[in-house]
Nanobody, 112 residues
Framework: QVQLVESGGGLVQPGGSLRLSCASSGSIFSISMGWWRQAPGKEREWVATITSVGISSYADSAKGRFTISRDNAKSTLYLQMNSLKPEDTATYYC???????WGQGTQVTVSS
């Protein structure tokens, strides 16, 4: 059983930045990882993924503003979020793709 623990969420003004972290209790080496988010009243949506060799992909809403990265030595996944918008407000979830594990989420609120 792997535990994923997200951190780094919070309240930020529009245009601001946050860096989310996801610490895994197990090794993430050779495993694709990703971030998803869920806004109130909406379905969970994919944000970004990164393969075991560092190839990243992004949802259109995240392209050019978010950067996913990983530190295999620390078993940690990151999401750098810049130029945040109110519509980025959501609970952000870390996911180990296969085997599939989810974190509990961290709240991001973008508001003035």
């Amino acid at each position: 059983q792997v535990q994923l623990v997200e951190s780094g969420g919070g309240l930020v003004q529009p245009g601001g930045s946050l860096r989310l972290s996801c610490a895994s209790s197990g090794s993430i080496f050779s495993i694709s990882m990703g971030w998803w988010r869920q806004a109130p009243g909406k379905e969970r949506e994919w944000v970004a993924t990164i393969t075991s060799v560092g190839i990243s992909s992004y949802a259109d809403s995240a392209k050019g503003r978010f950067t996913i990265s990983r530190d295999n030595a620390k078993s940690t996944l990151y999401l750098q979020m810049n130029s945040l918008k109110p519509e980025d407000t959501a609970t952000y979830y870390c996911r180990m793709i296969y085997p599939s594990y989810w974190g509990q989420g961290t709240q991001v609120t973008v508001s003035s």
